[in-house]
């Protein structure tokens, strides 16, 4: 579909299509960005690739690029999208929406409102893309992301390319991300992010991560407040700085508060993880506490969710399901801070609910309020 001032509603789509690269509603040479996709019910099997599974809007065409010359709001809004596959993977994107160039003074607002994305298999899935992918073009208006409850799957926002702002403005408000290998991740925005009142639950790695472009071309404005982070962190990262719940980098004005944050899942050192299975139980010997498997790192850790009672010491560990047994010789949080600053030149931070063992990381902070401290 192409064109301009289009309205797609009510429809019933089911099954999967191999033309197209197997996407749900493709979308291509638009004349603008007044758009309407609203009360649809999608469901899908097909497995393309870096493309957008349900909607795709330039991620493998010239959707949004030279012929796009007028602007407009592009509305994604009361859809029901639903996931047949058969296993996790980092390629399935659910929605992409890539400008590759528009013609029309960055005039471009997107709304994703009051959708929900299931995946019937409960597979950890990749992301709602949304980027600038055309260099020098204007950084278009504003993302508006509300009211959404999308499973398996979270949302990035870019510009693919380097030194250059994707939106003046994203708000991300009141929605229910879980059970993804993703995190929000919010790079390349001029002015004003504002994340507030979103719930984040069973997240491979940390809940949020906002990064202006560098330490000359920051965000101006980065409000992250309300938000409530549930059981994330299965797995951590290389830098400890990450391994939190919310990250935030190169801005001016920065304000965290009233969050919950913190995880209690965990990361076992032990002799050799050779052998265990993502998903099976572990048992300790002596404690007799189980725990999930959701990691398996290296060639001595293991990653666990929160014990069922008691707590995994320096014990032998058995596999429920492969048998094998190892010792353990440490058990940490696998959160090595509550939340991260870096670069930010105001800092106001406070009022926010954290597990007791965890710290926020703190390097290069300008002036720093913190409210807790008063």
């Known amino acids: 579909m192409g064109g301009n001032n289009n309205l797609i509603k009510n429809n019933i789509v089911n099954g999967e299509c191999v033309l197209n690269g197997n996407i749900a509603i493709y979308m291509s040479e638009l004349r603008g960005t007044t758009w309407s ?62 400008n590759r160039g528009a013609t029309n ?27 600038l992918n055309s260099a020098g073009k204007p950084t278009m208006q504003q993302l508006d992301v509300r009211n959404n409850n999308f499973s398996g799957c979270c949302l990035a926002i870019r510009n693919a390319t380097v030194n250059e702002y994707c939106f003046d403005t994203v708000i991300i408000q009141n929605n229910i991300f879980s059970n993804s290998n993703q995190t929000l991740d919010i790079t390349d925005v001029k002015n004003t992010i504002v994340v507030t009142g979103n719930t984040f639950y069973g997240m491979l790695y940390y809940g949020v991560s906002i990064n202006g472009i560098s330490a000359t071309l920051r965000t101006k404005d980065i409000h992250v407040t309300s938000n409530t982070m549930i059981n994330n962190s299965f797995k951590s990262l290389g830098s400890s700085s990450q391994n939190t719940s919310i990250y935030i980098a190169y801005g001016t004005n920065v304000v965290a508060q009233g969050n919950f ?5 965990r990361k076992l050192t032990v002799t050799s993880n050779v052998g265990y299975l993502v998903g099976e ?19 001595t850790t293991i990653e666990i969710g929160d014990t069922s009672v008691g707590t995994i010491g320096v014990e032998n560990i058995t596999g429920s399901i492969s048998g094998v047994i190892t010792a353990v010789s440490a058990n940490a949080l696998t959160s090595a801070y509550a ?21 926020n990381y703190e ?3 300008g002036t720093k309020i913190d409210y807790d401290a008063l």
């Open 261 to 265: 944050v913190g995880s209690r899942n």
């Open 339 to 359: 939340m991260a600053f870096f670069d930010i030149t105001n800092l106001w931070v406070g009022n926010n609910s954290k597990l007791a063992s965890l710290s």
């Open 37 to 98: 996709i609203d009360g649809n019910s999608v469901t899908w099997s097909g497995v393309p690739t870096t493309v957008g599974s349900f909607l795709d809007v330039g991620g493998n065409s010239n959707a949004i690029a030279a012929q796009t010359i007028d602007g407009g709001l592009f509305s994604v809004s009361n859809n029901i999208f639903s996931w047949k596959t058969n296993a996790d993977s980092l390629l399935l994107d659910p929605i992409k929406i890539s």
């Open 105 to 131: 003074n960055g005039d471009i607002s997107i709304i994703i409102k009051d959708n929900t994305l299931t995946d019937i298999n409960n597979h950890r899935l990749g992301k709602i893309f949304v980027e």
């Open 281 to 299: 139980t572990i048992t300790g010997a002596v404690s007799g506490a189980t725990a999930v498997i959701f990691g398996v790192t290296g060639a």
């Open 363 to 365: 390097n290069t902070i």
